[in-house]
């Protein structure tokens, strides 16, 4: 059984710290890997792809990946109490079968 | 409209009922997918398709049945359903195998 393991949280940061979400997968062959954002009662939302190994920054996130372990992480720089919410982590494990983790929820506290 | 729009937004239905969810995708995308996301539960893959045929059946009970008529649309239509099979039901699209966009959901709540 493929997976993808998070820490469910809640991870609680003060406001303009920088979080830290972590993710773990199981199947070695995976190549593609997404973060979404999943506020309370909403869909989930494209944060971020990466598919190669090292870090892809985009505005306040960064993500970093490492095939070699097996892991796949978020940074938000200048956390806000806007960024509260569920993160999901995803990774293409064959073709067209999206592993989602359980998620963690982020607390920004103001 | 853009995106991925999904109606109703929210279904209540009794155990006997049938009713169908429908998704539509205006990004021009090849594959559509339905999930369920239950509390405390990863989203579950349902069932893909990529230019309308049928890729992925992830042994889902039969009460569920799905239908693409084209890469845009697709529908779940919904019979004999059980009080578990009460979650968010979200379909998405894709280009290939890169990034999924979701739509806004349809919560279903089974009596």
């Known amino acids: 059984q493929k997976e993808v393991e998070q820490n469910s949280g809640p991870l609680s940061v003060p406001e303009g710290a920088i979080a830290s979400l972590n993710c773990t997968y199981s199947d070695r062959v995976s190549q593609s890997f997404f973060w979404y954002r999943q506020y309370s009662g909403k869909s989930p939302e494209l944060i971020m792809s990466?598919?190669?190994?090292g870090d892809k920054e985009d505005g306040r996130f960064t993500a970093q990946l490492n095939k070699a372990s097996q892991y796949v992480s978020l940074l938000i720089r200048d956390s806000q109490p806007s960024d509260s919410a569920t993160y999901l982590c995803?990774?293409?494990?064959?073709?067209?079968?999206?592993?989602f983790g359980t998620g963690t929820r982020l607390k920004v506290l103001a | 409209e853009t995106g991925v729009t999904q109606t109703p937004r929210h279904l209540v239905m009794g155990m006997t009922n049938k009713k169908s969810l429908k998704c539509e995708q205006h990004?021009?995308?090849?594959?559509m997918y339905w999930y369920k996301q239950s509390a405390k539960k990863p989203l579950e893959l349902m069932f893909v398709?990529?230019?309308?045929?049928?890729?992925e059946n992830n042994s889902v009970p039969s009460r569920f049945s799905p239908e693409c008529p084209n890469s845009s649309h697709l529908f779940l239509h919904l019979h004999t359903l059980q009080p578990e099979d009460s979650a968010l039901y979200l379909c998405?699209?894709?280009?290939?195998?890169?990034?999924?966009?979701f739509g806004p959901g349809t919560r279903l709540t089974v009596l």
């Open positions: 990466i598919y190669s190994n």
């Open positions: 995803a990774v293409l494990s064959g073709t067209y079968k999206y592993i």
């Open positions: 998405a699209s894709s280009q290939g195998t890169r990034e999924q966009f």
């Open positions: 398709y990529n230019f309308k045929e049928q890729t």
């Open positions: 990004l021009g995308h090849n594959a």
